[in-house]
């Protein structure tokens, strides 16, 4: 039996976390604990019990010690709750799994004591059954949006249902999921006939119907409402509405379910995989746009310093190859689900030691442990049901910040701008180590999936959601997939925030609307200063409504703001980007 590489014990990984933490300076939170837990508890209305629960999220970069929290059991108590929140003076914000990087749920420095009340959404709001799908397609499911998407697409798959586009955690929430618009990578490959119920865009594209809690005029009070697509412009927006709306069930038109191959390489190198179109580099056959063409799933994951990404590709293939080993669950790469030790241990000399020259060395590491990994678990040709191949990410991998951007563009520039996107970022990251400075010591994901297309939607009259990223632009209707792209590296390395500055004025330039033009990802960094994200007031009040149209994000923003003219779904980042 082949070895996999050696994996951490708990407390390897949990030391390794701590040391990040206190590099990042959440410790300071622990000093604040004991008065926030003298801070009277609130009256909530239906016998509902507050109770303090700390909050992290993904990269540990937004924290809090402890604010109290709530869990309803049903959409109506929800309601009950932002009626009491709104003459109380309070805020809600939906917590489900806290695997979110930029300050959507919370704001970094939120104050000890403040009137933010947070409801989780999974412990009672998780249920799920079938529902009745529209004409002409295979099935659809009703959910409340607590419910994990392993649990939730481990439910369809018993029915012979599926989707094509999912993230790569399973541990996500529906309502997380849908609010951000997440996606997975896919656009058709050659030959591929589009398959009812299926799109190549967002989850949020999938949405038929939502229950959402949201004001009534005419009672002068929030209520529970139900909202069709194709119908009710305001399904438009909560399908994506970033945390401003709170959304407790969700209906989704689904496909069939496919079985679907996963082939891992890692002998392409950079120069070949994102060469530029035409190049003597890209005469072989072997570009990201290649691989695309041949199978639609692709997805790249680029350790720093060094010039042999680990290759993914994805194809449907309803019959197991003789070559590939079937699996019968999801997360089939332990190596990379669970920290290996040498990881963990070097990593953690960057972060304790600040030894961040120590860069390269990391990269080579990961690079290596994947490699090795794929052979001894026997993982490079996997075979076996779509969602148990698409989930391949645990709570347990490497924590690390991330940027993240769409850029949308024609099918047939894809390889440009993933070529010069990577070609920008090796000079940089080059040139910072010259200069004995090493802003990245992660990887660069990069993936295209297909945008939000209403043909794709089986209801008369639907439209994409409003601010879903891959929402097409009018004005570019040429534009039919986006290149997502991601680059990630330890919590609190020095001059990170400064080099994905870099990285997004090149974006914003080079992806200005003629051979592509470039979105922020809702729930990554962006709008960088040289010293933080989510604070260049450009980005965020001019250069992101831009990149939707004038009218589309003023129209998204109006309705959020009727929806919820009190403000009981928001917190003061929403209040500034999202103001109508």
Same mark, same amino acid.
């Given at each position: 039996?082949?070895?996999?590489?050696?994996?951490?014990?708990?407390?390897?990984?949990?030391?390794?976390?701590?040391? %990040?933490?206190?590099?990042?300076?959440?410790?300071?939170?622990?000093?604040?604990?004991? %008065?926030?837990?003298?801070?009277?508890?609130?009256?909530?209305?239906?016998?509902?019990? +507050?109770?303090?629960s700390p909050y992290l999220n993904w990269?540990?970069?937004?924290?809090?010690?402890?604010?109290?929290?709530?869990?309803?059991?049903?959409?109506?108590?929800?309601?009950?709750?932002?009626?009491?929140?709104?003459?109380?003076?309070?805020?809600?914000?939906?917590?489900?799994?806290?695997?979110?990087?930029?300050?959507?749920?919370?704001?970094?420095?939120?104050?000890?004591?403040?009137? &933010?009340?947070?409801?989780?959404?999974?412990?009672?709001?998780?249920?799920?059954?079938?529902?009745?799908?529209?004409?002409?397609?295979?099935?659809?499911?009703?959910?409340?949006?607590?419910?994990?998407? #392993? =649990?939730?697409?481990?439910?369809?798959?018993?029915?012979?249902?599926?989707?094509?586009?999912?993230?790569?955690?399973?541990?996500?929430?529906?309502?997380?999921?849908?609010?951000?618009?997440?996606?997975?990578?896919?656009?058709?490959?050659?030959?591929?006939?589009?398959?009812?119920?299926?799109?190549?865009?967002?989850?949020?594209?999938?949405?038929?119907?939502?229950?959402?809690?949201?004001?009534?005029?005419?009672?002068?009070?929030?209520?529970?409402?139900?909202?069709?697509?194709?119908?009710?412009? =305001?399904?438009?927006?909560?399908?994506?509405?970033?945390?401003?709306?709170?959304?407790?069930?969700?209906v989704l038109q689904t496909g069939e379910?496919?079985?679907?191959?996963?082939?891992?390489?890692?002998?392409?190198?950079?120069?070949?995989?994102?060469?530029?179109?035409?190049?003597?580099?890209?005469?072989?056959?072997?570009?990201?746009?290649? @691989?695309?063409?041949?199978?639609?799933?692709?997805?790249?994951?680029? $350790?720093?310093?060094?010039?042999?990404?680990?290759?993914?590709?994805?194809?449907?293939? +309803?019959?197991?190859?003789?070559?590939?080993?079937?699996?019968?669950?999801?997360?089939?790469? +332990?190596?990379?689900?669970?920290?290996?030790?040498?990881? *963990?241990?070097?990593?953690?000399?960057?972060?304790?030691?600040?030894?961040?020259?120590?860069?390269?060395?990391?990269?080579?590491?990961?690079?290596?442990?994947?490699?090795?990994?794929?052979?001894?678990?026997?993982?490079?040709?996997?075979?076996?049901? *779509?969602?148990?191949?698409? @989930?391949?990410?645990?709570?347990?991998?490497?924590?690390?910040?991330?940027?993240?951007?769409?850029?949308?563009?024609?099918? %047939?520039?894809?390889?440009?701008?993933?070529?010069?996107?990577?070609?920008?970022?090796?000079?940089?990251?080059?040139?910072?180590?010259?200069?004995?400075?090493?802003?990245?010591?992660?990887?660069?994901?990069?993936?295209?999936?297909?945008?939000?297309?209403?043909?794709?939607?089986?209801?008369?009259?639907?439209?994409?959601?409003?601010? *879903?990223? &891959?929402?097409?632009?009018?004005?570019?209707?040429?534009?039919?997939?986006?290149?997502?792209?991601?680059?990630?590296?330890?919590?609190?390395?020095?001059?990170?925030?400064?080099?994905?500055?870099?990285?997004?004025?090149?974006?914003?330039?080079?992806?200005?609307?003629?051979?592509?033009? &470039?979105?922020? #990802?809702?729930?990554?960094?962006?709008?960088?200063?040289?010293?933080?994200?989510?604070?260049?007031? #450009?980005?965020?009040?001019?250069? &992101?409504?831009?990149? $939707?149209?004038?009218?589309?994000?003023?129209?998204?923003?109006?309705?959020?703001?009727?929806?919820?003219?009190?403000?009981?779904?928001?917190?003061?980042?929403?209040?500034?980007?999202?103001?109508?």
């Amino acid at each position: 039996m082949p070895t996999s590489p050696e994996l951490p014990s708990r407390r390897g990984v949990l030391r390794t976390a701590a040391a %990040a933490a206190g590099a990042l300076g959440l410790t300071a939170h622990a000093a604040t604990a004991r %008065a926030a837990a003298e801070i009277p508890a609130p009256s909530l209305p239906g016998g509902l019990d +507050p109770y303090r629960s700390p909050y992290l999220n993904w990269a540990g970069e937004i924290a809090h010690p402890g604010l109290w929290t709530c869990a309803p059991s049903d959409g109506q108590q929800i309601a009950d709750l932002a009626n009491w929140a709104r003459t109380a003076g309070w805020r809600l914000r939906a917590r489900g799994k806290a695997h979110t990087w930029s300050p959507l749920t919370i704001t970094s420095g939120t104050d000890v004591d403040a009137r &933010v009340l947070l409801v989780d959404t999974t412990t009672h709001l998780t249920a799920t059954e079938l529902a009745t799908p529209p004409a002409g397609v295979p099935g659809a499911v009703r959910a409340q949006t607590g419910v994990t998407l #392993e =649990a939730l697409l481990g439910f369809l798959a018993d029915h012979g249902l599926g989707v094509t586009n999912t993230p790569a955690p399973g541990e996500l929430t529906l309502g997380g999921t849908l609010a951000i618009d997440a996606h997975g990578t896919s656009v058709p490959a050659e030959g591929e006939a589009a398959r009812p119920g299926h799109t190549y865009g967002s989850l949020s594209n999938l949405v038929l119907e939502l229950t959402a809690v949201v004001w009534d005029a005419a009672s002068g009070r929030y209520v529970l409402r139900t909202f069709t697509r194709g119908t009710d412009a =305001a399904c438009d927006v909560l399908a994506a509405h970033l945390g401003r709306g709170f959304v407790v069930e969700a209906v989704l038109q689904t496909g069939e379910e496919s079985a679907m191959r996963c082939v891992s390489r890692v002998d392409v190198p950079a120069d070949e995989l994102f060469a530029a179109p035409g190049s003597e580099a890209a005469a072989g056959g072997r570009t990201f746009a290649d @691989f695309l063409a041949t199978a639609g799933r692709v997805e790249t994951i680029w $350790f720093a310093f060094t010039d042999r990404p680990w290759l993914k590709v994805w194809s449907l293939s +309803p019959q197991r190859p003789a070559t590939s080993r079937p699996v019968t669950g999801p997360y089939n790469y +332990p190596f990379s689900d669970s920290v290996p030790t040498v990881v *963990s241990r070097l990593a953690g000399r960057l972060v304790a030691d600040a030894a961040w020259y120590l860069a390269p060395e990391l990269g080579a590491l990961q690079y290596t442990v994947a490699a090795s990994g794929l052979t001894a678990t026997l993982s490079k040709d996997l075979w076996g049901a *779509s969602h148990h191949l698409m @989930f391949y990410l645990r709570p347990t991998t490497l924590r690390e910040t991330a940027n993240g951007y769409a850029i949308l563009t024609r099918r %047939a520039d894809v390889q440009r701008v993933i070529s010069e996107f990577a070609g920008f970022y090796r000079e940089r990251l080059a040139a910072w180590a010259r200069n004995g400075r090493f802003p990245v010591n992660g990887q660069v994901e990069i993936r295209v999936g297909g945008l939000d297309q209403p043909v794709d939607v089986a209801v008369p009259g639907a439209r994409p959601p409003l601010l *879903s990223v &891959v929402r097409p632009h009018q004005d570019h209707p040429e534009f039919d997939c986006a290149v997502w792209v991601d680059v990630l590296t330890l919590p609190g390395t020095p001059g990170a925030p400064e080099f994905y500055r870099e990285l997004e004025r090149f974006c914003l330039a080079a992806f200005d609307g003629g051979h592509a033009l &470039v979105r922020v #990802e809702w729930s990554k960094g962006w709008g960088y200063t040289d010293t933080a994200a989510w604070a260049d007031r #450009e980005v965020i009040h001019s250069v &992101v409504p831009a990149s $939707f149209g004038t009218a589309q994000w003023a129209e998204g923003t109006r309705l959020l703001h009727e929806l919820d003219p009190h403000g009981v779904f928001g917190n003061t980042f929403l209040d500034a980007l999202l103001a109508p």
